[in-house]
């Protein structure tokens, strides 16, 4: 989507050693891998936008292409919501492409139109809304700076109910069945990365049983998601507001996953900090 992050994810990408092409028609996707494979190049990620949507009729054939190299493109799509990018699309002062004499934000609805079955098969689902360019930057590199093609990457994202639920989560858990720290006086001020907040979350009852669960559930899907040719899973662990028990929980589950034959990685997007 327009505003989603699309320039700070293939800058991301570029500084991860990708060779990035902006903006090219799908047609011509088998001749440019004709030519980066001559020059040795081994990961390309080609950029599509609103700006080469009436080509978009020709990703199937694209797709054919591909297969009969014996390559499956991965697709990953940049969203954010309506609010969001007409409010980043009017603070650069820039029109929407399909906005026409209408609004900024008629434009927005045409395009996810034009995009939503794109969406709908993406392996990878970023909804940029709650992060600034560096997280942006940062998920994209913990999805495709791998060397290893036989891995999963586990992306576990706390998050604050009241702020919105991630649309861009594979599972989502809500552990608002815990005690709220908040309302404990000293506890208030700090977040679930202090000692003492960590402590009093896992010290409730059914914290430990349900992180045995929700661990047991990561492991129990991983073979699955790897058969299928899925590489990435997105587990956002939601409280009220994003601070407490949330960030307690995805703190000790990413803790307890790693040193697996996962690569793990845990984002606090109401934090602000990974």
């Known amino acids: 989507m327009s505003g989603a992050g699309r320039s700070t994810a293939a ?59 014996g390559l499956r493109p ?48 993406a392996d990878v689902v970023v909804d940029t809304s709650g992060l600034n360019p560096h997280q942006t930057a940062s998920r994209v590199a913990h999805f495709f700076a791998s060397e290893r093609a036989e891995e999963l990457r586990v992306l576990l994202l706390s998050f604050g109910f009241k702020n919105g639920v991630p649309t861009d989560a594979d599972m989502v858990v ?32 059914g914290a430990g049983p349900f992180l045995d669960q929700l661990e047991g559930m990561v492991r129990l899907v991983e073979p699955g998601y790897l058969r299928e040719g899925k590489h990435h899973l997105t587990v956002a662990i939601g409280c009220t507001g994003g601070k407490h028990r949330s960030t307690a929980m995805a703190t000790e589950l990413g803790r307890r996953l790693s040193g697996s034959t996962m690569t793990v990685r845990v984002l606090h997007r109401d934090l602000g900090l990974e």
Request: charged share 30%.
């Open 11 to 69: 800058h991301a990408l570029e500084d991860l050693g990708w060779y990035v092409v902006d903006n090219l028609p799908p047609a011509m996707l088998d001749d440019l891998c004709t030519q980066v494979e001559k020059a040795g190049v081994e990961r390309l990620a080609v950029v599509l936008d609103v700006r080469s949507w009436t080509l978009f009729e020709q990703l199937p054939t694209m797709y054919d292409d591909l297969e009969h190299r």
């Open 74 to 121: 991965e697709v990953l799509f940049l969203d954010a919501t309506d609010e969001t990018i007409v409010k980043r699309q009017s603070s650069a002062r820039r029109p929407h492409p399909l906005q026409g004499d209408g609004r900024l934000a008629d434009g927005v609805r045409v395009e996810r139109s034009l995009l939503a079955d794109l969406r709908s098969v």
């Open 174 to 205: 809500d552990v608002r069945f815990l005690p709220n720290p908040h309302w404990v006086a000293e506890l208030r001020p700090q977040t679930g990365l202090e000692p003492e907040v960590r402590d009093y979350v896992l010290g409730q009852d």
